[in-house]
């Protein structure tokens, strides 16, 4: 009887260390380090000269992290349509928020939202999907009357990060598939757009991936990030223009 358990025994504990290393082997590979403390938008004073976005002379702190509020472009899991293309009015829905200063405080609120920016997008376009990124900044301009939106064609990381300093959030459209989230359905979106949010010490830039219910505080390395910067282009994404919405 006394081998019978010690045979079962081993037996449990060979499982326990196989199904460790199960685990650790497919873990997704994700870069994971602390983010500084998020930081809420505020308007610039008339008094007080805003910094320009591309002012060499700028200097930025070594890590931001503006505070953004999260929601999936799928907050109640249903990622059949229209949800499945509504990453860009999730994008907008979080970028305005922050100027705003509102919460997106349930799933089915942010549901509501987006189909509400979908109506207005059928209105103003003729079509919802794939909006590019002067399309969005209308969306941004017009529906949620944020004068304060401007489209930066070919910016660098460092312009991504001034902006970022100065409070301002920001938008991209993306060649889904060259951003390599393992947490997006295989084989990843086409299309996607989301917000940079931050970035930290080690220069990796924080974001809020609508693409992923796990998308809040998402870090991409800049070179992954920076490289799969494209606009829709007519559906030719990975051709498109390196653009990015400056939003605030």
């Known amino acids: 009887?006394?081998?019978?358990?010690?045979?079962?025994?081993?037996?449990?504990?060979?499982?326990?260390?196989?199904?460790?290393?199960?685990?650790?082997?497919?873990?997704?590979n994700v870069i994971k380090e602390p983010i500084?403390?998020?930081?809420?938008?505020?308007?610039?004073?008339?008094?007080?000269?805003?910094?320009?976005?591309?002012?060499?002379?700028?200097?930025?702190?070594?890590?931001?992290?503006?505070?953004?509020?999260?929601?999936?472009?799928?907050?109640?899991?249903?990622?059949?349509?229209?949800?499945?293309?509504?990453?860009?009015?999730?994008?907008?829905?979080?970028?305005?928020?922050?100027?705003?200063?509102?919460?997106?405080?349930?799933?089915?609120?942010?549901?509501?939202?987006m189909l509400e920016i979908k109506d207005f997008e059928e209105k103003r376009f003729g079509y919802y999907k794939d909006t590019t990124a002067e399309e969005t900044a209308i969306i941004l301009r017009e529906f949620y009357k944020i004068e304060k939106v401007?489209?930066?064609?070919?910016?660098?990381?460092?312009?991504?990060?001034?902006?970022?300093?100065?409070?301002?959030?920001?938008?991209?459209?993306?060649?889904?598939?060259?951003?390599?989230n393992p947490y997006f359905q295989s084989p990843g979106p086409i299309y996607h757009m989301l917000i940079i949010k931050g970035y930290t010490k080690e220069g990796n830039f924080i974001t809020n991936d609508p693409g992923t219910r796990r998308g809040a505080d998402f870090i991409y390395s800049p070179g992954v990030l920076m490289n799969a910067i494209h606009d829709w282009n007519g559906g030719d994404v990975d051709n498109g223009k390196k653009v990015m919405i400056v939003v605030g």
């Open 1 to 28: 009887m006394r081998k019978i358990i010690i045979n079962i025994v081993i037996f449990v504990a060979v499982l326990v260390v196989g199904a460790f290393f199960v685990f650790y082997k497919n873990e997704p």
């Open 36 to 113: 500084p403390s998020p930081q809420v938008f505020q308007s610039v004073s008339p008094s007080v000269s805003p910094s320009p976005i591309l002012n060499s002379k700028f200097e930025i702190p070594d890590s931001i992290n503006l505070a953004v509020p999260f929601t999936s472009q799928a907050p109640t899991k249903n990622w059949g349509l229209p949800f499945a293309e509504f990453c860009e009015e999730a994008s907008a829905l979080m970028a305005a928020s922050y100027i705003n200063g509102w919460s997106i405080p349930t799933s089915e609120f942010a549901e509501g939202k």
């Open 150 to 180: 401007k489209v930066v064609y070919d910016p660098t990381a460092e312009d991504i990060k001034k902006a970022l300093a100065d409070k301002k959030v920001i938008v991209i459209p993306a060649a889904g598939r060259q951003l390599g």
